[in-house]
């Protein structure tokens, strides 16, 4: 008898039922909050009118041009950030709290004011933007190069933030074996730390990704033509009012949330991200 109480699982007390109570209830407010906007504009096009925004040749080449410069400040996203990620995980530098805000400062940004920014920097008479045209014939305005310039300028913070988490989570006593065992820094990166942080990594992607698509207020003010999907959106929004927008903003809601879905799938390969869960 004894024994069997001994092992019977505890009742939880009455605060930590209210707890949960309240939690869930605030949890749902804020599921609600996000949902039933997402839905009552879902709701409001039909499959007729879908299909009629999407045989438009100017909505795809907007949504197209939107996927393939996302994609492209993904990869230059891994290629730029996950480095650095590495360094603030691994490294305790001089200053290192300092590069850790700057990381930070896209997401405080006003992204208008980011536009405006990168405008003075890469647009015709910016310090970088008129020497590269000058040389090189590279423009920012009016091309993709523009649009995945502002895309990686407000979306790089998730990368780095997501990989550095990633990297400093993996145990640097493992990293020191191997380099014990005779395997240099490039061989304990490539067999050790990455395969172990890569669920973060591809986390920080995954948004980095969802975010360049959606974004819009550095984009219009630096690039505005060619018009990403968010460009179109508003131009349609202006010319023929919200039932015209809301029909593409659910084309594209549909598409970027089914890639969302994928990329999720791909990366956790149905496991919990790294740190949660076993």
């Known amino acids: 008898m004894t024994a069997v109480a001994r092992h019977r699982p505890a009742r939880p007390p009455a605060q930590s039922l209210s707890l949960v109570f309240v939690f869930s209830l605030c949890g749902g407010v804020l599921l609600a909050f996000i949902l039933l906007p997402l839905l009552r504009l879902a709701a409001s096009q039909s499959a007729s009118s879908l299909a009629r925004i999407a045989a438009l040749a100017d909505v795809r080449q907007a949504i197209t041009l939107s996927l393939e410069a996302a994609l492209i400040t993904a990869l230059l996203a891994a290629l730029l950030g996950v480095p650095l990620a590495y360094l603030l995980a691994r490294s305790r530098f001089h200053g290192r709290a300092v590069v850790a805000a700057i990381i930070d400062l896209p997401l405080a940004v006003p992204h208008t004011v980011a536009g405006i920014a990168l405008l003075f920097v890469l647009g015709r008479q910016g310090i970088i933007g008129a020497p590269l045209a000058a040389l090189f014939g590279l423009r920012f305005w009016g ?80 690039v505005y033509h060619p018009m990403t999907a968010p460009v179109k959106i508003y131009e349609l929004f202006l010319r023929f009012g919200v039932d015209e927008a809301a029909g593409m903003s659910v084309l594209l809601l549909l598409i970027t949330l089914g890639l969302f879905i994928l990329l999720r799938a791909l990366a956790f390969g149905g496991a919990a991200p790294h740190g949660q869960g076993r």
């Open 143 to 222: 091309t993709l190069a523009g649009i995945v310039a502002a895309m990686l300028f407000v979306s790089i913070p998730y990368t780095v933030n997501a990989a550095r988490i990633g990297f400093e989570a993996v145990d640097p006593r493992l990293e020191m074996t191997a380099r014990s065992l005779g395997l240099g820094p490039w061989q304990v990166l490539r067999r050790i730390s990455l395969p172990l942080a890569w669920r973060s990594v591809m986390t920080g992607l995954t948004l980095t990704y969802a975010r360049a698509v959606s974004e819009f207020g550095a984009v219009v003010i630096l």
